[in-house]
């Protein structure tokens, strides 16, 4: 089973937040998900980006890939270095 680090659309039409969760690399976008681990907000300036460090480490380090764009959120977050 991969798992992935990637994001979770809600919010209402043409108004995106995003939540930044765990998942089965095979479920849908905003299907089932195993742990949520912070939220993003692109409609604030500056972007709001609020993500627990803690658990995405141990994530990663369990195996779990963030996709280009969580991982890019990741480090302006500060939760990772690379």
């Given at each position: 089973m991969a798992v992935k680090i990637r994001?979770?659309?809600?919010?209402?039409?043409?108004?995106?937040?995003?939540?930044?969760?765990?998942?089965?690399?095979?479920?849908?976008?905003?299907?089932?998900?195993?742990?949520?681990?912070?939220?993003?907000?692109?409609?604030?300036?500056?972007?709001?980006?609020?993500?627990?460090?803690?658990k995405a480490k141990t994530w990663m380090k369990n195996g779990a890939q963030p996709t280009e764009t969580v991982r890019s959120l990741l480090k302006k977050s500060g939760a990772i270095d690379e």
């Open positions: 994001l979770k659309r809600i919010g209402a039409k043409k108004a995106p937040y995003y939540r930044i969760v765990v998942a089965d690399s095979r479920s849908p976008r905003d299907g089932k998900f195993i742990e949520e681990i912070g939220h993003y907000n692109p409609n604030t300036d500056p972007a709001q980006i609020v993500v627990d460090a803690e």
